[in-house]
């Protein structure tokens, strides 16, 4: 086997001052983050993050004050808390932290049975939405009838009562109870109370709305998801804004279904939303997906052309698509432009590209581009970079840099994932070098990189392969 080359072995010099963090393999894009909580650098509309946000009940974190759900020893218990000089009296959630503790082991009715008897005896405390969401939660968590019409009935009762004590439910008192029901699996009753409530003039804010419709593409047929909206538009009025649009195009590319997403990009134009980096990206992670690099390009080339300016994820993607579609070379152009552009390419872009090389064969060129990583940029490689350089040594049979690679990962204490190990594993015990085999199973068990059997049945089945060969005469 040739020598290591130089940029190599000064790249695994430097990698071993800091611990690469481990990258799960599997996607290459940073995670993504939930519609209205996106980084401040991609552009949004109005919509997207709400000034004053949907609040949840306020209630102080402490240990369960009851463990009894008799009505009668919590008077008493309440009783004796306000007899304590220590109580604060004066504080709403001293309130609303016993009345959740309560509520947490007690009936819904003897709930509100306990709110009277606090108002009673404490007229100093109001009780405020904060409050009555407490009670409404445990409304919506209780079992489900099976019957939406039927389980709701709890809800509407604390919505009543919430008027009959002069709290008048809002926006923040509607996505409290419609997460709630989610929360329990219960989406369909989510749906029915959101219509409910927006037939009596209290209509959701879009934060609640684009929950709604984010959970029925995630756990209903997209076609649920457009009746919802088209209901909501037709009959309340509460129109798709663009995170609604970016929603549902995440959702078909999800599912591969690329036409649908350009369908729905053309209904977004025509609703007077311009697409932003984020909508673009999505298409274009989809058509990577389906290893189409011809059309991440084009995808790319429409956004620059409708004036959106690209991001440092959008040439991940693109990096990313026209490697994995065999086009490494312009994805090399497109490393440079985005260099120029002003974004500093990371371990996801680079480990894309060198993806991309082991699968042309270049494996000693996605080596070299290890080098030029580490040293002239100053990137640290992560677990997923030394994995797949680690797939592609072994695939190539290039054993003796394979396992100098794998020993740089060992002292990182890095995890191998399945399809490196496979194949290091099997390369070996093909070239006879089972003792070395053996040390990376070793190395993979105790790391637990993979599960006993995984790792095991791996090692078992190259093994049985290799006897049979050398009884065939097939190896040596």
């Known amino acids: 086997m040739g020598k290591i080359p130089p940029s190599f072995r000064s790249a695994i010099a430097t990698s ?16 993504k983050k939930p519609h209205g909580s996106r980084k401040k650098s991609t552009p949004r509309s109005k919509t997207q993050s709400p000034q004053n946000p949907t609040p949840l009940p306020a209630v102080r974190s402490q240990k369960a004050l009851f463990d009894s759900p008799s009505l009668s020893d919590a008077k008493a218990l309440f009783g004796s808390l306000l007899a304590s000089p220590k109580s604060p009296r004066l504080e709403r959630d001293f309130y609303n932290s016993v009345l959740q503790s309560y509520s947490s082991v007690s009936t819904l009715q003897d709930s509100f049975s306990f709110l009277n008897h606090m108002v009673k005896t404490s007229p100093s405390f109001g009780p405020d939405h904060s409050t009555f969401h407490i009670l409404l939660t445990k409304a919506c968590s209780l079992p489900d009838s099976g019957d939406c019409e039927v389980s709701l009935a709890e809800v509407h009762k604390v919505l009543n009562f919430m008027v009959n004590n002069n709290v008048i439910p809002g926006k923040a008192t509607a996505d409290v109870a419609v997460r709630s029901l989610v929360s329990v699996d219960r989406l369909d009753c989510a749906v029915e109370l959101m219509k409910d409530l927006s037939s009596k003039g209290c209509l959701p804010d ?7 419709v984010k959970s029925l593409c995630k756990g209903r047929s997209v076609s649920t998801a457009h009746s919802f909206i088209n209901q909501m538009r037709t009959e309340y009025g509460f129109k798709p804004d663009l995170v609604t649009y970016t929603i549902l195009i995440d959702n078909v590319c999800n599912k591969r279904n690329l036409r649908e997403a350009t369908r729905l990009l053309g209904v977004l134009n ?24 011809s059309e991440v390009v084009e995808v790319y080339n429409k956004m620059k052309e409708e004036g959106v300016v690209p991001d440092s994820i959008t040439y991940n993607t693109l990096i990313f698509g026209l490697s994995k579609s065999g086009r490494v070379k312009d994805a090399k152009k497109y490393l440079e432009v985005m260099v120029q552009e002003g974004h500093l390419p990371d371990a996801v872009t680079y480990t894309s590209l060198m993806n991309g090389m082991c699968r042309e064969g270049d494996v000693r060129g996605a080596l070299r581009l290890l080098g030029e990583m580490s040293e002239d940029n100053g990137c640290s490689p992560n677990a997923c970079t030394y994995n797949t350089l680690l797939h592609g040594l072994g695939k190539a049979r290039l054993l003796d840099e394979g396992m ?3 020993q740089v990962m060992k002292a990182g204490e890095m995890k191998l994932d399945t399809a490196a190990y496979a194949t290091m594993v099997r ?50």
């Open 270 to 293: 025509e609703e007077g939303f311009k697409p932003d980096c984020f909508v673009y990206n999505t298409i274009m992670k989809g058509y990577c997906s389906l290893s189409r690099g």
């Open 16 to 31: 071993l001052v800091p611990k690469p963090a481990s990258v799960p393999k599997s996607d290459p894009f940073p995670p």
């Open 404 to 406: 100098e690679l794998y």
């Open 206 to 212: 879009t934060y609640t709305y684009n929950f709604v």
């Open 427 to 476: 390369s070996l015990c093909r070239s006879g070098r089972v003792a070395e085999a053996y040390e990376i199973f070793d190395y993979a068990v105790e790391s637990v990189s993979l599960t006993d059997v995984a790792a095991y049945s791996t090692l078992e089945s190259t093994l049985k392969w290799l006897k049979k060969a050398r009884e065939q005469g097939l190896a040596a």
